[in-house]
T-cell receptor
Framework: KAGVTQTPRYLIKTRGQQVTLSCSPI?????VSWYQQTPGQGLQFLFE???????NKGNFPGRFSGRQFSNSRSEMNVSTLELGDSALYLC??????????????FGPGTRLLVL | GDSVTQMEGPVTLSEEACLTI???????????LFWYVQYPGEDLQLLLK???ADDKGSNKGFEATYRKETTSFHLEKGSVQVSDSAVYFC????????????WGLGTSLAVNP
């Protein structure tokens, strides 16, 4: 079974631009979560989508948004990029999305560098 | 709010040494606790988990026991191998927060032959 895939793997942008990252969950998984990983803050939850609906949101500004499609693929968008948005963005999927302690499976991440 | 504190690294051990990575948490109610591991060049992956007090999670020779009285979930292994070199993350998820994992900052482990 293929794992979680994320595209692109690496991205370089300049301040003020916007960026869209994509995540394809494991086949059959319905819940997709996004995390930001930085050396100083560690891993921080961005948001979670289930059945095309945002179910939970972390403490990030409105510049960070996402969506989920009917095939469970998800995208996240960051508008008006800032230097501090440079990070590894990880996507995770889980199977049924019904049990809070359900295992999440992570993709390789998209490394974003903002210049 | 909920939080996880784990010991800072890096931790450097010789092969066959004993490992303990401390993890304590602050949370309301009864969270589930996890250890994730990131091997060099690989995706972050679940190592073990425990979903209720006194549960012991185990995998690949690693163990961790959910101690509600001390709010801890320390990771232990009796004899580490070079292949255990990785970054280890302690995390929790709480009912009502769905899949919102709350993470420790990670502990880097290097095992020398």
């Amino acid at each position: 079974k293929a794992g979680v895939t994320q595209t692109p793997r690496y991205l370089i942008k300049t301040r003020g631009q916007q960026v869209t990252l994509s995540c394809s969950p494991i086949s059959g998984h319905r819940s997709v979560s996004w995390y930001q990983q930085t050396p100083g803050q560690g891993l921080q939850f961005l948001f979670e989508y289930f059945s095309e609906t945002q179910r939970n949101k972390g403490n990030f500004p409105g510049r960070f948004s996402g969506r989920q499609f009917s095939n469970s693929r998800s995208e996240m968008n960051v508008s008006t990029l800032e230097l501090g948005d440079s990070a590894l963005y990880l996507c995770a999927s889980s199977a049924t999305g019904t049990a809070f302690q359900e295992t999440q499976y992570f993709g390789p991440g998209t490394r974003l560098l903002v210049l | 709010g909920d939080s996880v504190t784990q010991m800072e690294g890096p931790v450097t051990l010789s092969e066959e040494a004993c490992l303990t990575i401390n993890c304590t948490y602050t949370a309301t109610g009864y969270p589930s606790l996890f250890w994730y591991v990131q091997y060099p060049g690989e995706d972050l992956q679940l190592l073990l988990k425990a979903t209720k007090a006194d549960d012991k999670g185990s995998n690949k020779g690693f163990e961790a026991t959910y101690r509600k009285e001390t709010t801890s979930f320390h990771l232990e292994k009796g004899s580490v191998q070079v292949s255990d070199s990785a970054v280890y993350f302690c995390a929790l998820v709480n009912a009502g927060n769905n899949r919102k994992l709350i993470w420790g900052l990670g502990t880097s482990l290097a095992v020398n032959p």
